[in-house]
């Protein structure tokens, strides 16, 4: 089976429709239309990458290996912890965010839970005293 | 002023005491981050653009400690390709053949210093190279107008995939898709706002920096988690150095023939690196083979090292002068270049002469610290590579998330670079390249202005870009670009393939 290819090929072509529709809806620039406006070169991209995802729909390669179910959930939980970590850092301040998202990455790679645990300690408070106070960069500090 | 003159000048800021830590600290952080399996030397530089960004350094300063790191990246690559038979990126590949069969055979510290000698001969002659060949060509750029900048751009993408490359059509979608991003924001100029849907975060566009970092450094963590490769891998042991000078004198020949190939294949558009090393390591069995290659010999670690190293500092000749990136690595100096302020291509000789030549000098120092700290202080950076990636890449993805936080101080940023995370992991699922995503997404502020000056200038009339016998010209190489890898890349890959596995049976 090839469908891997096809199908991004398809969701690629729907992008392209997309970005150039829209980019023949931009407003007419002040002092009127030019012979080159804002829209020349988006069109000519969205030509670029709708041939580029045809000859993928029609040529498509071998499919490389999806992981399986289990493993994209996973994959998700990671994505979520990063942005966890993105949104607590202005809220718990950098070391608070930090421990529990290293520390996760880190036992999610294989590290005994203790371990992953110090590992987490150790570089969010490393870090953050490096940053903060050797190369004098703001990073939130939250309740400390 | 010459040439001599102006690198005299140049070794003047080098060697200042300020430029000289910063190209020790550089060739260490570099050395690391090409040795760490996993991190590659397009990533590390592109987690530290941020850092040195926001710690205010002078341009030359950060310019010095972020080359002296591409520098150091190219000789940490061999260093995982001899002991774990893993290279750390592509063009370090060929140094697996002899070099991890020498390591087998209790040789590894051997095996390394050669390579750092040959290593260093190679970036050492491509500087030569690029002192005499990058005037010349600056020169010759200021003939370039707006229709042939446009027709280089097109040229670079054409070539980027390589004469290795697997599928012309990826490359061609990677790279709609990173000038797709670049056009979001505010239009210089017209003022119209496109795809910014009225976000305000988004007037000023995507910086690049949250991309490159997304779509290199998380998306490898992805590839991380997946494979369940955090435990690392067995390396062979290092053994006490026996290096003779009869030894250093043996490989020379194979290292100068590699440095020269490598410059060339660095220099032309779209051989890059992976070609520079395989080059020089079938030419060099091809002369002095009496079937001891592929079983550790140590010319077959010079030829390649010194045609990878050569070839890195080859490509910097496209790239200062024309502003156009033969590679990833390149790439990401590109973008640390943009991100300075400073437009690479022919201006850049003329107007900041001390900064271009500082740079050149810089690279001339950090080969040589590079040397002298790869020689005898091998062991540490053995020992740090045994860090498993399960402590190891959590900590880079928190350096890398505070790069990125401290260029604008925004958690917005931090969101987008987890988003480009999943979509490099999506992109190399179905093996869209990255690199040119992360080129579009610099030359395409450029390449539209180009296409519009060229399109005023003509009154509308597209054959302007076909106007000039140089225009035409470039179109006929990017033309080339596209069509010869369809033809010879099979056959290509297959050869690289063959050497690979023949080592292996």
């Known amino acids: 089976m090839r469908m891997n290819d096809r199908v991004f090929g398809v969701l690629l072509l729907i992008l392209a429709v997309t970005y150039g529709y829209e980019a023949t809806q931009f407003p007419v620039p002040f ?8 829209e020349t070169f988006p069109i000519l991209l969205s030509i670029l990458l709708g041939i580029g995802a045809i000859y993928m729909i029609i040529k498509p390669d071998e499919n490389a290996k999806w992981p399986a179910l289990s493993m994209l959930l996973e994959l998700a939980v990671v994505c979520l912890v990063l942005m966890a970590f993105a949104f607590a850092l202005e809220y718990a301040g950098f070391i608070l965010a930090a421990t529990p998202a290293v520390a996760f990455l880190c036992w999610r790679m294989g590290a005994t839970p203790l371990k992953s645990l110090l590992t987490g300690v150790i570089t969010s408070v490393v870090i953050y005293v490096l940053f903060t106070r050797v190369l004098e960069l703001a990073l939130p500090s939250g309740i400390f | 002023m010459g040439t001599i003159e102006l690198l005299m000048q140049g070794f003047a800021v080098a060697l200042s005491p300020e430029s000289l830590m910063f190209a020790l600290i550089g060739a260490i952080l570099g050395t690391l981050i090409g040795a760490l399996p996993g991190l590659g030397p397009a990533n590390g530089v592109a987690i530290l653009i941020p850092l040195a960004f926001s710690l205010g ?132 100029s017209s003022g119209v706002q ?134 990833g690595t390149t790439a990401v ?28 000098a810089a690279l001339f120092v950090g080969n040589l610290v590079l040397l002298l700290l790869n020689v005898p202080m091998i062991g540490v950076f053995v020992k740090l590579l045994s860090i498993p990636p399960k402590y190891l890449m959590p900590i880079v993805t928190l350096i890398a998330s505070v790069g990125i936080y401290s260029i604008t101080g925004s958690t917005l940023d931090l969101y987008f670079m987890v988003g480009f995370g999943i979509m490099g992991y999506v992109l190399r699922k179905i093996e869209i390249p990255l690199v040119p995503v992360i080129l579009g997404m610099l030359l395409g502020p450029e390449m539209e202005k180009n296409l519009r000056h060229a399109l005023v200038l003509s009154d509308g009339d597209w054959s302007i870009l076909i106007g000039s016998g140089l225009s035409i010209g470039l179109w006929a190489v990017a033309a080339a670009g596209l069509i010869l890898p369809m033809v010879f890349g099979k056959v290509l890959r297959a050869k690289m393939k063959r050497s690979k596995d023949g080592l292996t049976d």
């Open chain 1, 31 to 38: 002092g009127g239309q030019e012979t080159v406006g804002p």
């Open chain 2, 57 to 188: 350094l002078t341009p030359t300063s950060s310019l010095i400690l972020l080359t002296s790191v591409y520098a150091g990246a190219m000789y940490g690559g061999r260093i995982s390709s001899i002991l774990l038979n893993i290279p750390g990126d592509e063009p370090a590949m060929m140094t697996c053949l002899d070099g991890h069969p020498m390591a087998l055979k209790g040789k590894a510290a051997e095996a390394l210093a050669t390579s750092a000698i040959a290593s260093f001969i190679g970036s050492f002659f491509a500087t030569v190279g690029l002192v005499i060949l990058a005037p010349i060509l600056a020169g010759f750029a200021l003939k370039f107008g707006p229709a042939e900048y446009f027709a280089l751009f097109a040229l670079a993408f054409a070539t980027l995939g390589g004469i290795t490359g697997k599928n012309q059509f990826k490359t061609l979608i990677a790279a709609a898709l990173g000038l797709m991003i670049a056009t979001v924001g505010i239009d210089l």
């Open chain 2, 194 to 327: 496109r795809y910014t849907y009225d976000h305000l975060h988004l007037f000023e566009g995507i910086d690049f920096l949250i991309a490159i970092v997304g779509l290199f450094a998380i998306s490898e963590l992805f590839f991380f988690l997946e494979q369940h490769a955090g435990d690392g891998l067995k390396q062979v042991a290092l053994n006490k150095l026996k290096l003779s000078m009869k030894d250093i004198l043996f490989i020379m020949p194979a290292s100068l023939r590699g440095a020269f190939l490598g410059f060339v294949s660095g220099v032309l558009p779209g051989a890059g690196a992976s070609l520079g090393s395989f080059v020089s390591y079938t030419l060099e069995k091809r002369v002095s083979d009496k079937g001891e290659f592929g079983k550790g010999d140590p010319r077959g670690v010079a030829a390649p090292e010194a045609g990878n190293n050569g070839a890195a500092s080859g490509a910097l000749v496209p790239m200062l002068t024309l502003g156009v990136p033969g590679s």
């Open chain 2, 333 to 360: 100096l590109l973008a640390m270049l943009i991100s300075l302020n400073i437009n690479p291509g022919p201006m850049l000789f003329q107007q900041s002469p001390d900064l271009v030549w500082g740079v050149i």
